[in-house]
């Protein structure tokens, strides 16, 4: 069972314009949201992250949006550049597990076309 | 300063056979984590370390799956007996513990199992 899922497989956007990624999540006992993104040949990189607590946080061109009713989050990238294209994952944490094990969804490969 | 390392990078295994991925994680950083990621997939939690010791294996797939920290800095994750389904991309990560939402990944070693 997905507790995290990316349906968007694959999105394409023009260079300047903004691209929204998407992110569903099943488990109401996430409370930390973070987006990799991934390189080929390379592990993912830290982008941006959101505790369940706020619904909203802003990174330069980066902002992550929480929606915590409808269990859905997304980043938003304004303006996409074509250094952004790469694979974007969303990944969920539970912190009363004393863990910080994330749980990520599959992917959304984002390709900024000049 | 260095990130996270992992070698080999490669790795090519007849089934069966056993093999040993090593992680060195950033230094300083008390946990540390191992990832499984299939083709197509996003990462897969196997195991997580505090220092030296094992806290959470839930996502060992098998008992041929094995990871030890000794020393509580340098990683290795022990496959016993290969099959084919192993093949994947296994990722280290490394934190702070009191920044453990921030994970750090190495490039990862890929496996194929023939």
């Known amino acids: 069972d997905q507790q995290v899922k990316q349906n968007s497989p694959s999105l394409s956007v023009q260079e300047g314009r903004i691209s929204i990624l998407n992110c569903d999540y099943t488990?109401?006992?996430?409370?930390?949201f973070l987006w990799y993104k991934k390189y080929p040949a390379e592990g993912p990189t830290f982008l941006i992250s959101?505790?369940?607590?706020?619904d909203k946080n802003e990174d330069g061109r980066f902002t992550v949006f929480l929606n915590k009713s409808a269990k859905h989050l997304s980043l938003h990238i304004v303006p996409s550049q074509p250094g952004d294209s790469a694979v974007y994952f969303c990944a969920a944490s539970e912190d009363s597990t004393g863990t910080y094990k994330y749980i990520f969804g599959t992917g959304t490969r984002l390709k900024v076309l000049a | 300063g260095a990130g996270v390392s992992q070698s080999p990078r490669y790795k090519v295994a007849k089934r069966g056979q056993d093999v040993a991925l090593r992680c060195d994680p950033i230094s300083g950083h008390v946990s540390l984590f191992w990832y499984q990621q299939a083709l197509g997939q996003g990462p897969e939690f196997l195991t997580y370390?505090?220092?030296?010791?094992?806290?959470?294996k839930s996502g060992l797939p098998s008992d041929r799956f094995f990871a030890e920290r000794p020393e509580g800095s340098v990683s290795t994750l022990k496959i016993q007996r290969t099959q084919q389904e192993d093949s994947a991309v296994y990722l280290c990560?490394?934190?702070?513990?009191?920044?453990?939402?921030?994970?750090?990944f190495g490039p990862g070693t890929r496996l194929t199992v023939t």
């Open positions: 990560a490394s934190s702070l513990r009191d920044r453990g939402h921030e994970q750090y």
């Open positions: 488990n109401s006992m996430f409370d930390y």
């Open positions: 370390f505090q220092n030296e010791a094992q806290l959470d």
């Open positions: 959101i505790s369940s607590i706020k």
